[in-house]
């Protein structure tokens, strides 16, 4: 699976004065097995990229090869493309609407024209695959705690088996252990189906701790694209743009300041941990 | 973004129509429609368009803004024109082959185009001079008499209220729920009549529960700010009657008289 | 006299299954005793389904206790003739920024819990302009609530609220759905009221780093409150939260995990800032 960005371009309220340009030149190559973090601002064009990934918006110039296809070309098949790039909004608990959790999850492979015994098979993984107990299959979606709403919400994206999983803000609302229980998860299904995850997120904590990429992006373009370690030394420029970096790495960069020698590229807690440790000869 | 759009248009400007009391422009705006509809003459058009035109001077509000809402409008105007035009029988001015064009026909489609502009900029003016809120205001005002036969005045002109203020939102959720089902490979689009009914459920089942999930969240609200009920509420924005006020009222009442004197009594010129 | 005081708050509520027929009683809160003076900041922290936002909707009498009471400035919650009393002396600000809202223009929102309580216009108008200021959005009181942020919009709730003229102002996870700005914004509002105003805040949350500023923190589990204390003496108890599916800031982990390996480093630090002057103290003393 090969997701090519190819100088995207995207305008809301076009033709007005209030015409603002939410992607402008986006270029991105986006390949399989990878775990990619998307960060920025709100309104610096994330959502907005992530819809023309599915074909759900389309691009003022510029378009999107999946595969080697232009995904934007005249007959070309949105559906089958949506199977395969999967998109999980924010507060995805808000689409549910089945009469039991089990039928939701079949809406997505359903309508991919597959045969029902498929359809049944892949929303029973599917469930398996977040962690939901059979006991809860025939519920009413609307029965179960808003983590489990959650849970069925990615479910019913994954019963279609997608290459790459979108994931938009999929920690929002929920609490510490929730987020943490979730992430987790992600990863093993990032690692075990070789699937590549693109995370949409706020949390520098968060992204730090899972991916191995981030794409990070301002006003409508891609300012950096890099390992984690790269990305958050920019710390400075980062908060230019209204973000920030992990909390360890201002620790890191005061105690360096204060005259502490100590290697600043760590990201995570545990990194952190090492390097203070190794600085007070303890490692 | 989609719930950035404005509802009902108004446009910000300092002029006399802006600081009139809703209830004037009510009162006036639809007093003005009815006047487009009883028995016309050329007059009567004339003395309406002149009207007309006073109001939108005195509104400031710059003049393609009143005449938006016309483009949506042009296409029913030319059927009815043609229609009227060539369908209408009366004394023929001019012919081809089988179509012709009557004195009646002209007049009968000539009056339409009038009617429906004005009735339409008319009603412009008034939302383009006057709040969302203030025009609820007004109505309930106007329709406190009511009261006195048990009619919820203060609980509709609430409902009004908060319905303006949730459309942009919900307008935003509907958007937000195709494009997920969407994503989940729905089709919208493609299939019968009733395919294409069903495949609305998984929008409306969802949007309805967060409809009815925000009504809660909002009553709760409500609650927690003391509102019980229209009984001992006061007003931020009262409305009361200025002078400005009286003297429109004044002129409506010549208006109307000079509308049903050119109407009834004056003969008919055409 | 206290603020607010809770003493052996029981709420329990009957789960019907879809038949309407009974399937259980859960108790949502389970013998809370909870205080607070006036002017104080105190935080209730817990796990979605801890029971804490239950124990919120107490405090302004939208929830009657099943046993126990509750006292908000003196007045108990069961007496219907001060209900109306209470919900005016403590306000409160719900967790989404969309459904709390019912005026169409900023300043109109503000005036409403005004308008309910029949103060007159001139009074109406000079309580939203004092709360708009207060909150720093006077400049958008004319603005559709539409343009705004989440941000912005809670801190034109929390104005809502206090041109109610609140003794206290209960927030019910006030952040959850803002973005990382947002949350800074309006927890620099809370703690801005709290310390220039002197407006007792109640604080509802899941998130571990705006509990720092409070007074008093109360984290509850299972509708059990479970500990209490400063900031400093709960967030010490690492082990505990983590089991209470709760968190604690980057800075207090990163310091329980130095701990755990073997530096000597003081109990309680809640920020960076505390973090990076006990290593550089400790590191000195070497």
């Known amino acids: 699976m090969k997701l090519i960005v190819d100088h995207l371009r995207y305008e809301y309220n076009k033709g007005t004065q209030l015409s603002v340009a939410a992607l402008d030149d986006v270029n991105l190559v986006l390949k399989a097995g990878e775990f990619i973090g998307l960060i920025g601002h709100t309104g610096s064009g994330k959502s907005t990229l992530v819809q023309h990934l599915n074909a759900l918006l389309t691009p003022d110039s510029g378009t999107v090869y999946f595969d080697g296809e232009d995904i934007f070309e005249k007959g070309y098949d949105k559906k089958s493309l949506r199977g395969k790039v999967g998109l999980v909004f924010q507060y995805p608990e808000h689409q549910l609407f089945e009469e039991n959790v089990f039928k939701e999850v079949c809406f997505g492979p359903h309508n991919l024209g597959l045969d029902r015994r498929t359809v049944e098979l892949r929303a029973y993984e599917a469930l398996k695959q977040v962690g939901m107990e059979d006991e809860y299959f025939y519920q009413s979606p609307f029965d179960l705690s808003g983590g489990q709403k959650r849970r069925v919400a990615i479910a019913s994206v994954l019963a279609m088996k997608p290459e790459i999983l979108i994931l938009d803000e999929p920690t929002a609302g929920l609490d510490p252990k929730g987020r943490t229980e979730l992430l987790d998860r992600i990863k093993t299904l990032q690692k075990e189906a070789g699937i590549t995850v693109l995370l949409v997120s706020h949390s520098m904590e968060d992204v730090a701790e899972y991916v191995d990429r981030i794409i990070v992006m301002d006003h409508g373009k891609v300012q950096y694209d890099d390992t984690p370690r790269e990305v958050f030394s920019h710390y400075q420029e980062l908060e230019q743009m209204g973000l920030s970096a992990p909390q360890v790495t201002y620790i890191l960069s005061d105690l360096n300041e204060k005259g502490l020698v100590l290697d600043q590229t760590a990201t995570t807690i545990n990194e952190a941990k090492d390097t203070i440790l190794k600085c007070f000869g303890m490692r | 973004m989609l719930r950035e759009i404005t509802l009902g248009q108004y446009y910000q400007t300092n002029s006399v129509v802006h600081r009139m009391d809703a209830r004037t422009k009510l009162i006036a705006t639809f007093a003005y429609i009815i006047s487009l509809f009883i028995r016309t003459n050329i007059y009567v058009y004339l003395i309406a368009a002149f009207f007309l035109s006073v109001a939108i001077i005195a509104c400031r509000v710059p003049f393609k803004h009143i005449v938006k809402g016309m483009k949506a409008i042009m296409v029913l105007l030319l059927v009815t024109v043609i229609l009227n035009m060539f369908w209408t029988r009366g004394e023929v001015i001019f012919q081809i082959w089988k179509i012709s064009i009557t004195w009646e026909g002209l007049r009968i489609a000539l009056f339409m185009v009038f009617r429906l502009s004005f009735l339409i900029l008319g009603s412009n003016i008034m939302t383009l001079t006057t709040t969302p809120s203030n025009l609820t205001d007004g109505l309930e005002s106007i329709m406190r008499p009511l009261k006195a036969i048990r009619v919820p005045v203060h609980e509709i002109a609430m409902m009004m209220s908060i319905a303006l203020r949730f459309i942009p939102i919900l307008m935003e959720e509907t958007d937000k729920i195709m494009k997920a089902q969407l994503a989940r490979g729905a089709d919208f689009e493609n299939g019968n009549l009733i395919k294409k009914a069903k495949s609305l459920v998984p929008i409306l089942v969802p949007l309805f529960i967060s409809a009815f999930r925000r009504a809660n969240d909002l009553a709760m609200a409500m609650e927690a700010r003391c509102y019980r009920g229209g009984d001992g509420r006061t007003k931020m924005k009262p409305l009361h009657y200025e002078g400005r006020d009286y003297l429109t009222f004044l002129i409506l009442i010549i208006y109307l008289a000079a509308v049903i004197c050119l109407g009834y009594y004056v003969p008919k010129f055409w | ?286």
């Open chain 3, 1 to 286: 006299m206290r603020m607010i005081d809770v003493s052996k708050l029981v709420f329990e509520y009957i789960r019907r299954d879809e038949d309407g027929n009974v399937e259980g009683i859960t108790r949502a809160v389970d013998e809370v005793n909870l205080h607070c003076k006036g002017g104080e900041f105190i935080a209730i922290l817990g796990h979605n389904g801890s029971g804490k936002s239950t124990l919120a909707k107490h405090l302004n009498a939208i929830l009657h206790p099943t046993e126990g009471t509750v006292l908000v400035d003196g007045k108990d919650t069961m007496d219907e003739n001060e209900i109306w009393n209470i919900r005016q002396s403590a306000g409160m600000v719900f967790q989404n920024p969309d459904n709390q809202i019912i005026g169409q223009v900023v300043e109109e929102d503000v005036g409403f819990g005004p308008e309910n309580m029949g103060v007159p216009t001139k009074e109406i108008w000079e309580r939203v302009e004092e709360s708009l200021k207060a909150v720093g959005m006077y400049d958008y009181r004319k603005y559709s609530p539409n343009k705004l942020s989440g941000g912005q919009k809670q801190r034109v709730s929390i104005a809502s609220v206090i041109a109610m003229h609140p003794k206290c102002i209960i927030l019910d996870e006030p952040t959850a759905m803002l973005d990382p700005m947002g949350r800074k914004e309006v927890i620099r509002a809370v703690r801005a009221l709290n310390d220039v105003e002197k407006i007792t805040m109640i604080l509802i949350t899941h998130y571990m780093e705006e509990v720092v500023y409070a007074d008093r923190v109360y984290v509850m589990d299972k509708g059990k409150i479970v500990m209490s204390g400063t900031p400093k003496e709960v967030f010490s108890r690492v082990e505990e939260l983590k089991s209470m599916r709760l968190d604690v800031p980057q800075a207090t982990l990163l310091a329980y995990e130095l701990k755990k390996a073997g530096l000597p480093l003081l109990d309680g630090i809640l920020t960076r800032k505390e973090l990076v002057n006990e290593l550089v103290r400790l590191k000195g003393q070497k």
